[in-house]
């Protein structure tokens, strides 16, 4: 079983979550509150009885998801293929908590570690099947990419100078040279295409399975409307061998939309590993394993 996270995590505890559904949605407010099982970062989730969620961004920075998701997930789900979170009510600051937050409905299923996944070459085709339906969906009035989706849906340059700082950093300690003509590809190869929504953080904590199978899709906090490059990054993180080429033909992007994944993908494992390169192994063993997938893809397709 895994342990439910400690409470009081940036302020927030489920004393805190008990007040203000009290106060704004005195309707639920018989109903017991807990911490969930699997918590994220840039919010708090507690569940509220059995069929409903709280979630309360824990910095500034995520403020703007809030409204975002509010106003978007109730659109797009109709023409989604998985469930996303329904919007159940929303929250305003008050009893000491300084953000906007949500009522959600629960989506019932566990995150997608690799031992829940059933047939892997069928959940990358249904992960593709996902990617494709929201590139699909009617961008009139959507966010463009920005500062609320950390950027992405944007060009990776943003991050070039936080990757040359972490490939200076790191060199000697990877192949760096190999991997500055990868982020190179990555710059060259500019998106000019029409924008499209993109989630923006297809991660295993953020797709639902039930019984081996792809069921629902959460936490749209950094998705948006511009390049879906960032989209593809899950191709390495996620899937190999067979189940990657069942995603990279399903999801169907051309070579230049590769090669920015290709860059995104490199960008978060040059940082992180530069901040734990000596102080956790297991974690920079991912990323130098993640870092390696990524350079020999380039060398084989790009």
């Known amino acids: 079983m895994v342990p439910t996270p400690p409470d009081g995590r940036a302020g927030i505890d489920?004393?805190?979550?008990?007040?203000?559904?009290?106060?704004?949605f005195p309707q639920w407010s018989d109903l017991p509150v807990r911490p969930v099982e699997v918590d994220g970062w840039d919010n708090r989730t507690y569940r509220i009885g059995d069929t409903l969620t709280a979630r309360l961004p824990t910095a500034t920075g995520y403020v703007p998801a809030v409204a975002k998701e509010n106003e978007w997930l109730p659109r797009l789900a109709p023409s989604l293929p998985y469930a996303v979170p329904p919007i159940r009510g929303e929250g305003v600051p008050g009893e000491g908590y300084p953000y906007p937050w949500s009522v959600r409905g629960w989506l019932d299923g566990e995150t997608a570690a690799p031992e829940r996944i059933g047939d892997r070459?069928?959940?990358?085709?249904?992960?593709?099947?996902?990617?494709?339906?929201?590139?699909?969906?009617d961008t009139t009035g959507g966010p463009l990419a920005g500062e609320h989706s950390w950027y992405r849906g944007a060009s990776p340059a943003y991050y070039d100078e936080e990757t040359r700082r972490c490939l200076a950093a790191l060199k000697g300690r990877v192949?760096?040279?190999?991997?500055?003509?990868?982020?190179?590809?990555?710059?060259?190869?500019?998106?000019?295409g029409t924008p499209v929504w993109f989630h923006g953080d297809i991660a295993p904590?953020?797709?639902?399975?039930?019984?081996?199978?792809?069921?629902?899709?959460?936490?749209?906090?950094?998705?948006?409307?511009?390049?879906?490059?960032?989209?593809?990054?899950?191709?390495?993180?996620?899937?190999?061998?067979?189940?990657?080429?069942?995603?990279?033909?399903?999801?169907?992007?051309?070579?230049?939309?590769?090669?920015?994944?290709?860059?995104?993908?490199?960008?978060?494992?040059?940082?992180?590993?530069?901040?734990?390169?000596?102080?956790?192994?297991?974690?920079?063993?991912?990323?130098?394993?993640?870092?390696?997938?990524?350079?020999?893809?380039?060398?084989?397709?790009?």
């Open 14 to 24: 489920a004393a805190l979550v008990k007040r203000l559904v009290a106060a704004q």
């Open 121 to 137: 070459a069928q959940f990358a085709d249904s992960v593709a099947g996902f990617i494709f339906a929201l590139q699909r969906c």
């Open 175 to 192: 192949d760096t040279d190999r991997a500055a003509v990868v982020w190179d590809a990555a710059l060259a190869a500019e998106w000019r």
């Open 205 to 302: 904590g953020n797709l639902l399975v039930a019984d081996g199978k792809l069921t629902a899709v959460i936490d749209f906090g950094t998705s948006g409307v511009g390049d879906p490059a960032c989209d593809l990054v899950c191709a390495w993180g996620m899937f190999s061998g067979e189940s990657r080429e069942v995603f990279r033909r399903a999801v169907g992007q051309d070579e230049g939309t590769w090669a920015r994944a290709r860059g995104w993908l490199l960008w978060k494992c040059l940082l992180t590993l530069s901040g734990y390169i000596d102080t956790d192994p297991e974690r920079a063993a991912v990323d130098r394993h993640l870092i390696a997938e990524v350079l020999a893809d380039h060398e084989l397709f790009g």
